[in-house]
């Protein structure tokens, strides 16, 4: 069965993460890309009966075919037959996922025995919003270490196949990406806000030209209570952010945005690297 484009998702049937499962499949659906669980080589289910408890554990039968593939703990051994048609279209996670499939996912024959994993990931929160009716909104944080044209890129095609809206959002002020300022904030001109929703509304033009409805949101204050007052829905909201938001800022221990959006904000990521992103 034709694996690719398709979703995977690391799933062991002892254990199995029902958030995960859930996003996935209805992420899939949404998509109408199909899934592909990586299961652990040494599960005694059958496929059939994988495929079985992957539909229990979301309460619903997937409307897309569900392939199974054996992998082992370390992930340095697929089947020939999987290599070939690497790399999945993106690879759904659990945010605690002791494996670290972002080196994984972005690996290459040069600096690992095996090719590249997926395109991108998707990690999903431990403890998510209550309700998750589908994802409307594409979040995209840009600062000014944000890779914007790698990240609208990303949302463009996603809110093409997921038929949703975009919101690029910019929290203003030194460290606003991460944490209100320790300092008095200066007063919100609204010349610097003008100023920079003029910016973003230029990077969204591409967008827009696509027929995706884009907003674009400026605030003083943190992420957070940018976020939180900007009338997003984030129960049907997925970020997309790239590497520059998974680095800390200052003395600020583990706070960077994308755990931010993961920690705070129960919003699923998906990360995007410029190196694999394809187009």
């Known amino acids: ?93 659990g945010v605690n996922e002791t494996i670290d499939f972002e080196t994984i996912a972005g690996a290459t024959r040069d600096s690992r025995a095996f090719v590249r994993l997926a395109d991108q990931v998707i990690r999903i929160p431990s403890r998510p919003s209550n309700s998750r009716p589908g994802i409307r909104h594409l979040v995209v944080p840009i600062d000014d270490e944000s890779e914007s044209e790698m990240l ?29 300022h320790p300092l008095p904030m200066p007063c919100a001109l609204d010349s610097v806000v003008s100023g920079i929703a003029e910016n973003l509304n230029c990077q ?40 520059g938001h998974n680095r800390n800022k200052w003395w600020f221990i583990d706070r960077s945005v994308l755990r931010m959006f993961l920690k705070q904000l129960s919003i699923p990521v998906l990360s995007v690297n410029d190196s694999n992103f394809r187009s």
């Open 152 to 180: 609208l890129s990303a949302a463009q095609e996603w809110a093409s196949r997921l038929e949703c809206d975009v919101a690029i959002v910019h929290a203003v002020g030194m460290l606003a990406a991460v944490s209100p």
């Open 1 to 93: 069965m034709e694996l690719v484009p398709t979703i995977a998702v690391h799933y062991d049937p002892g254990s199995p993460n029902s958030e995960v499962l859930s996003f996935a499949a209805g992420f899939s659906t949404q998509t109408r890309l199909s899934v592909t669980l990586l299961v652990p080589d040494t599960s005694a289910e059958t496929d059939a009966e994988i495929k079985s408890i992957f539909d229990i554990a979301i309460d619903q039968q997937t409307s897309d075919p569900v392939n199974v593939v054996r992998i082992s703990d370390s992930l340095d051994s697929l089947p020939e037959s999987v290599r070939l048609l690497l790399p999945f279209r993106c690879l759904v996670i």
């Open 204 to 243: 969204a033009i591409p967008l827009r030209n696509s027929g995706i409805d884009v907003s674009i949101i400026v605030d003083f204050g943190d992420l957070r209570s940018v976020m939180e007052s900007s009338g997003i829905d984030i129960t049907a909201a997925l970020a997309i952010c790239g590497p």
